[in-house]
């Protein structure tokens, strides 16, 4: 099977150093910028070219690195309660609720870990490289493996539930797609641009939707896998697909609410009013969640490698290559503050925490952030 590994990399390299590709655009002068708050900082080892997403679950921050280490923080202070040290070279995120963390690695190893004490529960295998955090939720860790793979373990003794596969495309975009659980039923994007409902307790699919259709006269032309892990809010999942379309769909049937055509390059996240989505350009979009129609679009930040933008009380956060945080009003796109976190380039989407929001950089620089 052959990768997309050089679709991401010409873009991404274009827009740092190349003289014949774009030129990143300088963040814009703020002026009257608000002040950025650093509720607390840590380290958790870097991810090379991985994209490491950490979780919150009860209370903790969970984080990994690509060397194997995996640590426990304390949501509010940043203290870490453990570190443990797995001799793997992890690949993905951490997934987490109540009782277990989850991490995978290159070669398709998934690790569970009790949440108390960071000792090892079990290992299991899944059929190749894990690219996204697993998922936790309902006695099951779901992992999404690159050849079209979803497996569920229990999560308390490891052994395997089920498997949903699906053909492997020829082509793919080697990027983090992730699981997201809701209401009895796991949301797994997939190559060709296919969003898939899974009931929890058996793998079954509930319902399968397209988010984007493959166009083009070319196979590299064709790809519009989905990427980053489906967003929920309400009783709506929604899903983007690469440099092609975003669309919305009722969770329970898989019915279309609403799509639009956007040359996506993030994840999307949603708040209560909002989709947002960073473009392949470099413009932030906030769409109204109701229809799909533009609210705002922020492109003073062209071709910076963004991260999926996250929305936290009236601002949203999106980081890039530089390793800045970027604040933009919620309702306008206007710019509001600025900060550089330590560590090199945000390329995992941040996270919310409490009142503030957690970013990783992929130097392995955690920093929980606050205006």
Same mark, same amino acid.
């Given at each position: 099977?052959?990768?997309?590994?050089?679709?991401?990399?010409?873009?991404?390299?274009?827009?740092?150093?190349?003289?014949?590709?774009?030129?990143?655009?300088?963040?814009?002068?703020?002026?009257?910028?608000?002040?950025?708050?650093?509720?607390?900082?840590?380290?958790?080892?870097?991810?090379?070219?991985?994209?490491?997403?950490?979780?919150?679950?009860?209370?903790?921050?969970?984080?990994?690195?690509?060397?194997?280490?995996?640590?426990?923080?304390?949501?509010?202070?940043?203290?870490?309660?453990?570190?443990?040290?797995?001799?793997?070279?992890?690949?993905?995120?951490?997934?987490?609720?109540?009782?277990?963390?989850?991490?995978?690695?290159?070669?398709?190893?998934?690790?569970?870990?009790?949440?108390?004490?960071?000792?090892?529960?079990?290992?299991?295998?899944?059929?190749?490289?894990?690219?996204?955090?697993?998922?936790?939720?309902?006695?099951?860790?779901?992992?999404?493996?690159?050849?079209?793979?979803?497996?569920?373990?229990?999560?308390?003794?490891?052994?395997?539930?089920?498997?949903?596969?699906?053909?492997?495309?020829?082509?793919?975009?080697?990027?983090?797609?992730?699981?997201?659980?809701?209401?009895?039923?796991?949301?797994?994007?997939?190559?060709?641009?296919?969003?898939?409902?899974?009931?929890?307790?058996?793998?079954?699919?509930?319902?399968?939707?397209?988010?984007?259709?493959?166009?083009?006269?070319?196979?590299?032309?064709?790809?519009? %896998?989905?990427?980053?892990?489906?967003? =929920?809010? $309400? @009783? +709506?999942?929604? &899903?983007?697909?690469?440099? *092609?379309?975003? !669309?919305?769909? %009722?969770?329970?049937?898989?019915?279309? =609410?609403? $799509? @639009? +055509?956007?040359? &996506?390059?993030?994840?999307? *996240?949603?708040? !209560?009013?909002?989709?947002?989505?960073?473009?392949?350009?470099?413009?932030?979009?906030?769409?109204?969640?109701?229809?799909?129609? *533009?609210?705002?679009?922020?492109?003073?930040?062209?071709?910076?490698?963004?991260?999926?933008?996250?929305?936290?009380?009236?601002?949203?956060?999106?980081?890039?290559?530089?390793?800045?945080?970027?604040?933009?009003?919620?309702?306008?796109?206007?710019?509001?503050?600025?900060?550089?976190?330590?560590?090199?380039?945000?390329?995992?989407?941040?996270?919310?925490?409490?009142?503030?929001?957690?970013?990783?950089?992929?130097?392995?620089?955690?920093?929980?952030?606050?205006?």
């Amino acid at each position: 099977m052959k990768w997309l590994c050089l679709a991401l990399a010409a873009l991404l390299c274009g827009a740092c150093s190349s003289s014949s590709g774009p030129k990143p655009a300088d963040p814009p002068r703020i002026d009257k910028a608000k002040r950025v708050r650093v509720l607390w900082s840590a380290s958790v080892g870097g991810g090379d070219h991985y994209t490491f997403l950490p979780a919150l679950a009860a209370g903790s921050v969970y984080a990994a690195a690509r060397d194997g280490t995996v640590i426990r923080l304390d949501e509010k202070s940043g203290e870490r309660r453990w570190r443990a040290s797995l001799e793997l070279r992890l690949s993905g995120g951490v997934g987490a609720d109540e009782r277990t963390v989850a991490v995978a690695s290159e070669e398709g190893e998934v690790v569970a870990l009790d949440v108390q004490t960071g000792k090892e529960r079990w290992r299991a295998r899944v059929s190749s490289e894990v690219l996204a955090p697993p998922a936790v939720a309902s006695g099951l860790v779901l992992v999404r493996s690159i050849d079209s793979r979803v497996f569920a373990f229990g999560a308390d003794d490891g052994k395997r539930r089920w498997v949903y596969q699906r053909a492997p495309s020829s082509l793919i975009v080697r990027s983090p797609a992730g699981i997201s659980v809701a209401g009895g039923l796991a949301f797994a994007g997939f190559p060709g641009g296919r969003l898939a409902a899974l009931a929890l307790d058996t793998g079954a699919l509930r319902w399968e939707a397209a988010v984007a259709l493959p166009k083009g006269s070319t196979e590299l032309e064709r790809v519009a %896998d989905v990427i980053g892990e489906p967003a =929920l809010q $309400g @009783r +709506e999942v929604c &899903a983007a697909a690469y440099r *092609s379309r975003l !669309a919305c769909f %009722d969770a329970a049937t898989g019915r279309q =609410l609403w $799509g @639009r +055509e956007l040359p &996506a390059l993030s994840g999307v *996240s949603l708040d !209560a009013s909002y989709a947002f989505v960073a473009d392949d350009r470099g413009a932030v979009h906030a769409l109204d969640r109701s229809n799909g129609q *533009s609210v705002w679009k922020q492109d003073k930040l062209a071709y910076r490698q963004l991260s999926t933008p996250l929305a936290n009380g009236d601002a949203v956060a999106v980081g890039d290559f530089e390793g800045y945080v970027h604040f933009l009003a919620r309702d306008t796109g206007a710019f509001i503050a600025r900060t550089d976190v330590s560590g090199g380039a945000v390329r995992a989407a941040p996270l919310r925490i409490g009142a503030g929001m957690l970013v990783q950089t992929v130097g392995g620089g955690l920093s929980a952030l606050s205006l």
